[in-house]
């Protein structure tokens, strides 16, 4: 029996470095850099010496549901990364042009993944209980915090009937939701899914955590060229936020409503590296074993691969060794294949990393273009593979190849090809 193919027909995206597919795309076309200085918090105040991350600037809810009593209730209801997802989702909804009431809302389905789900909720509130006592606690703080709320909710908002559910693995938690939702439709167990990644935990004890674990740059006094994939002087990651989410479809069923496709998703794989809760495998094991599964999967050749969006978190220890995994799966290839880092302009969004580079990759697929790898201007001799340095590329692409690694040791990986090819 032949296997229902996958394809995407909505991107909405809310980042760093615009609100809405058009905007974020433009801007990393242009090789925007949304970091700046913190302004949700002031790291004065508790002494820390990271003072930069990438903001979703001038985000207000009531833009995206203007009736004020939908709005205020979201406020009451929602924590920032949920307002994120259900913003997102919308922008999604909309340029698909779904209307699940015209379909069976049995067939859709929601996987939205967050690495920490309502971390703003969480810290605020023990802080109010320790300073005030339990009975200041709100009716709602459980339902703001849970880490599966932008599913539930964007499901509720949308009558979507089938399975809900938030992967929550780490960096690969909203690529990981978009794997299983084309597993999901492979398998005929749905038609359509409202799937992606979000995260917004830019707070005093996210920022401060990472910080004492030695992940985020310190390169306070140029904000805009901290996180630098690749160079051999990068000193860490910048802490992003925002969602993208996009709609999944069967093929027919997209057609037969005359969708537009972005591009069309044929293989996936992943894997743990089960050596380090935060370090990648010295060897690259893990990522390299997640690549072939999705090659096979795809049944396609390492030579078919034109374009990968990388993982490229400006770490010392990812960027050498996802070079080192893509050099043992490509071997020569890898040398001919173009790579970007999306979160060299929008930090790393954590759970919503893995879909903003999926939807980079399907929008560099429609449109035979690639976004650079920004900041790239002392290369790592051991990171000597082409990441499309500081300027866009237009180029022709069939097939092309995201990763997204994770804490805990997860890898990632889907492939898409052009659409209508």
């Not at 969480?122 to 849970?146: F, H, N, S």
């Not at 880490?147 to 539930?152: I, L, Q, V």
């Not at 401060?208 to 000193?235: E, G, H, V, Y």
Request: charged residues 25%; glycine residues 10%; proline residues 4%.
């Amino acid at each position: 029996m032949n296997q229902r193919r996958v394809v995407i027909t909505g991107i909405g995206m809310v980042t760093p470095v615009g609100i809405g597919r058009e905007d974020c795309w433009k801007a990393l076309l242009e090789g925007r850099s949304g970091v700046n200085y913190i302004s949700q918090f002031n790291p004065d105040d508790i002494g820390l010496d990271v003072r930069i991350a990438a903001e979703v600037k001038d985000f207000n809810i009531a833009d995206f549901y203007p009736d004020r009593r939908k709005w205020g209730s979201m406020l009451k209801e929602m924590d920032r990364v949920t307002l994120f997802a259900m913003a997102a989702s919308k922008l999604a909804m909309e340029d698909a042009k779904l209307d699940i009431r015209q379909t069976n809302s049995e067939r859709v389905g929601t996987f939205i993944g967050t690495g920490v789900g309502g971390l703003i909720t969480t810290t605020a509130d023990y802080i109010r209980l320790m300073e005030q006592g339990p009975k200041k606690l709100g009716l709602r703080t459980v339902i703001r915090l849970m880490p599966n709320a932008p599913s539930g909710q964007v499901a509720i908002e949308y009558g979507a009937r089938g399975r809900a559910k938030s992967d929550s693995t780490a960096c690969a938690s909203g690529l990981d939701s978009l794997f299983d939702s084309f597993m999901y439709i492979r398998d005929n167990r749905a038609d359509v899914m409202i799937s992606g990644g979000c995260e917004a935990c830019i707070n005093s004890f996210t920022v401060a955590s990472f910080n004492n674990m030695m992940a985020l740059s310190k390169r306070n006094s140029d904000p805009q060229t901290a996180s630098r994939p690749f160079n051999i002087d990068r000193d860490g990651f910048v802490l992003g936020e925002g969602a993208v989410i996009m709609i999944v479809e069967e093929m027919e069923h997209a057609l037969r409503r005359g969708a537009h496709i972005y591009a069309e998703i044929v293989g996936g794989g992943a894997s743990c590296d089960a050596s380090h809760i935060v370090a990648p495998h010295e060897t690259g094991d893990g990522a390299s074993r997640a690549m072939r599964e999705a090659l096979r999967d795809a049944e396609l050749e390492t030579t078919d691969i034109d374009y990968v969006n990388v993982h490229g978190t400006s770490t010392p220890l990812n960027d050498e060794r996802e070079t080192l995994a893509l050099k043992n799966v490509f071997g020569e290839h890898a040398y001919k294949m173009a790579m970007s880092s999306t979160k060299s302009m929008v930090g790393h969004l954590l759970g919503g990393a893995g879909a903003i580079g999926a939807a980079a990759t399907a929008l560099s697929l429609q449109e035979q273009i690639v976004h650079p790898t920004i900041n790239y201007i002392n290369p790592d001799p051991k990171c000597d593979l082409d990441y499309v340095p500081n300027a866009s590329r237009p180029m022709k692409l069939k097939h092309a190849m995201v990763e997204a690694l994770g804490f805990g040791g997860h890898n990632t990986v889907l492939i898409m090809k052009k659409a209508g090819v």
